[in-house]
């Protein structure tokens, strides 16, 4: 069995490498017709006689090598035309049928008349080159039918490459975006984190205990209509930096009565930014980590500045805070994009499926005395590269 199925395997891989080369494919068939009309020469000589001479039978397979031979300059010349237009290869293949017909009659009256006794068969030529004719026109129609074949499937081939490479292409682009949408999933998860729920509805409930109402009243509707944006980002990619510097000011509203005068915040926007995309909900995450981990963390409060402007065909958006900036408690400037707690690795995850390595995010001291995150984006929107995303440390 295994034997049987090595053989099958062995005639398996022969077939696909003469299919595949076209040298050999022209020799076993141009070998293969010429031994078959021999062989249909023989049957049908021996058919009348009872014995048939050896010089009939040598010249029977003496010719068909001529043939075989003749062949090789007809399939150069013919390759040689194949660029030409239609007409012309019709023209090239007919004067070249005729020249080898009559090149090959020729052959077998001359061959005829050394081998046997036979003379004065040259009045025959004409007959006998209407069976050369016949013969040769087939093997040209032949070839042209093979090579035609051959050419239907390599274009069914490329065709399948094609396929098989836009396949490829659409699976990574279906990859990228389930990526670009998983790490935006993430980030609203951080963004809704349950401490920012706690300490907002800790606040109004501190309202309401005060006879605060309309304070708290308000404060509910900034927090309903900051938690509909959040969720309704999710089919937002990009936004316009406006829209994003509005969804902003709701958060810090929201902050803001917590912290009341301890927080103090500034912009510095750029007019002709506001137009401009970027990720929804990009910066609410940046000055939540200048929050918690600056103004949070000082009793008499501090300074946040939020910048927005062009500067080299980028847009380049700043969080900047008055904190303690980075101490030997704290973790390196470098360190900051993989420190949990910060939430600077899902927003640089983010960018990267939305600009592959067309942004820049990077972490330095502030004017201010703090930390400073800054990001360059891309102002013609997103990319479709999708490579590794430089992070400026």
């Not at 009256?109 to 068969?121: I, P, V």
């Not at 803001?256 to 137009?275: G, N, Y």
């Not at 101490?327 to 990267?352: N, V």
Request: aromatic fraction near 10%; charge should be negative.
């Amino acid at each position: 069995m295994n034997q049987a199925q090595s053989q099958t395997g062995s005639f398996t891989q022969f077939f696909s490498r003469t299919v595949t080369d076209s040298d050999r494919l022209f020799w076993l068939l141009n070998g293969g017709g010429w031994i078959g009309l021999s062989v249909v020469t023989l049957v049908s000589l021996s058919l009348p006689y009872d014995q048939i001479e050896f010089a009939y039978i040598a010249h029977n397979l003496i010719q068909s090598v001529g043939g075989f031979v003749l062949c090789a300059p007809l399939r150069t010349a013919i390759k040689h035309s194949w660029s030409w237009s239609p007409w012309h290869r019709v023209l090239i293949a007919s004067g070249l049928t005729i020249v080898s017909a009559a090149v090959w009659t020729a052959f077998r009256l001359q061959l005829l008349m050394t081998l046997t006794d036979e003379t004065g068969l040259w009045g025959d030529f004409g007959g006998w080159f209407f069976a050369s004719l016949f013969v040769f026109l087939a093997w040209v129609l032949l070839y042209h039918l093979v090579k035609f074949a051959q050419l239907l499937q390599g274009e069914k081939e490329t065709l399948l490459v094609l396929e098989a490479g836009r396949r490829k292409e659409a699976f990574k682009l279906v990859s990228a975006e389930s990526a670009a949408r998983e790490a935006q999933l993430k980030l609203l998860r951080y963004q809704l984190n349950p401490h920012f729920l706690f300490n907002t509805l800790n606040s109004i409930a501190s309202l309401v205990s005060t006879k605060r109402s309309e304070d708290a009243q308000s404060m509910i509707a900034e927090l309903s209509t900051f938690l509909r944006f959040s969720l309704e980002s999710d089919r937002n990619i990009t936004i316009p930096l406006r829209d994003e510097i509005e969804a902003l000011d709701l958060y810090l509203r929201i902050e803001q009565v917590r912290f009341s005068d301890r927080l103090v915040v500034e912009q510095e926007i750029d007019p002709r930014a506001l137009p401009l995309q970027v990720p929804s909900l990009l910066l609410q995450p940046l000055v939540e980590n200048a929050i918690k981990h600056a103004i949070g963390r000082a009793e008499e409060g501090g300074h946040i500045l939020i910048t927005a402007k062009l500067s080299d065909e980028k847009l380049v958006l700043s969080v900047e805070d008055s904190g303690s900036g980075v101490d030997e408690k704290q973790p390196e400037l470098s360190d900051l994009f993989e420190t949990p707690g910060f939430g600077l690795r899902s927003t640089a995850e983010r960018l990267e499926n939305l600009y592959g390595d067309s942004f820049s995010f990077n972490a330095s001291k502030s004017r201010l005395g703090g930390l400073k995150l800054a990001l360059h984006l891309p102002t013609e929107g997103r990319k479709n590269d999708r490579t590794a995303a430089h992070f400026n440390r």
